[in-house]
């Protein structure tokens, strides 16, 4: 059974989270999980990066951390198996990647598809990779946002899960735009988590994403998606 075909009233899935830097995501999903009722709980947090912040904001609420850091590992193939046999210790039910910013192989993509989310910072699926509120203010676009979408091996390339959009405001810069995004990835992030772990929220065998018992759209968490389908 994947984790999206569990029955409703099941016990919170459990979840490892991915990152390489500031951790800020991991914040909001950690405060999500703390909540009554949330389906999920933060079993364990991995990054490649030593100097990561978010290693030390996972310390601070006893969630266990591991760095696995590329340049100790001969090839990504055994960074990646490093990886795992973490994730066989923690035994996660969903993989948070939240501000990874390493690109993932086809073999461990697999391992986990259906199963692997990602956030990014842009209305998928224009301004794929890095620099995106740079890449925004250049191309004079008037509304950004962010995604949520299942993990497949191509960048930013997975079935969309959900959105929310923030408009660009004419006196933006870069720092601007990106802190308004975040606060909208935020909101976003643990909503979406929260319909895969309910079983809301499915990945195909066809890569077409399935929506169950979708709520309306929530114009205060800035929560949008592709229109339901039943499952």
Same mark, same amino acid.
């Given at each position: ?17 991915? /990152? ?9 999903? /950690? ?8 389906? $999920? ?5 991995? %990054? ?6 978010? +290693? ?12 696995? #850091?590329?340049?100790?590992?001969? %090839? !990504? ?7 795992? *046999? ?9 993989? $948070? ?9 086809? *073999? ?8 692997? /989310?990602?956030? =990014?910072?842009?209305?998928?699926? %224009?301004? *794929?990779? &890095? ?12 509304? =950004?946002? $962010? ?5 497949? #091996? ?22 601007? +735009?990106?802190? !308004? ?20 929220? !499915? /990945? *195909? ?13 929530? #114009?205060?968490?800035? &929560? ?8």
């Amino acid at each position: 059974m994947s984790p999206s075909d569990a029955p409703p009233n099941a016990k919170p899935k459990r979840v490892a989270v991915m /990152i390489s830097g500031r951790g800020s995501n991991l914040g909001a999903l /950690i405060s999500a999980s703390m909540a009554s009722g949330y389906p $999920c709980r933060i079993v364990g947090v991995v %990054s490649d990066n030593a100097d990561a912040a978010g +290693l030390q904001l996972a310390a601070d609420y006893d969630i266990d951390a591991k760095v696995v #850091e590329r340049k100790d590992h001969n %090839s !990504r193939e055994a960074h990646e198996d490093a990886i795992q *046999t973490i994730f066989d210790d923690w035994q996660p039910d969903i993989v $948070c990647l939240a501000g990874y910013m390493r690109l993932l192989s086809g *073999t461990f993509v697999a391992r986990w598809m259906g199963s692997m /989310i990602n956030i =990014h910072p842009s209305l998928l699926p %224009s301004f *794929t990779g &890095l620099d995106t509120h740079q890449r925004v203010l250049a191309h004079q676009v008037t509304l =950004h946002g $962010c995604s949520v979408h299942f993990v497949t #091996e191509g960048m930013d390339e997975g079935p969309l899960i959900a959105q929310a959009a923030v408009p660009v405001l004419p006196n933006d810069d870069a720092d601007r +735009l990106a802190a !308004r995004v975040l606060k909208a990835e935020h909101r976003l992030y643990p909503s979406a988590l929260r319909l895969v772990a309910e079983g809301k929220v !499915r /990945i *195909t065998d066809s890569g077409t994403v399935l929506f169950r018992d979708f709520p309306e759209p929530d #114009e205060s968490a800035a &929560l949008y998606s592709h229109p339901v389908e039943d499952a």
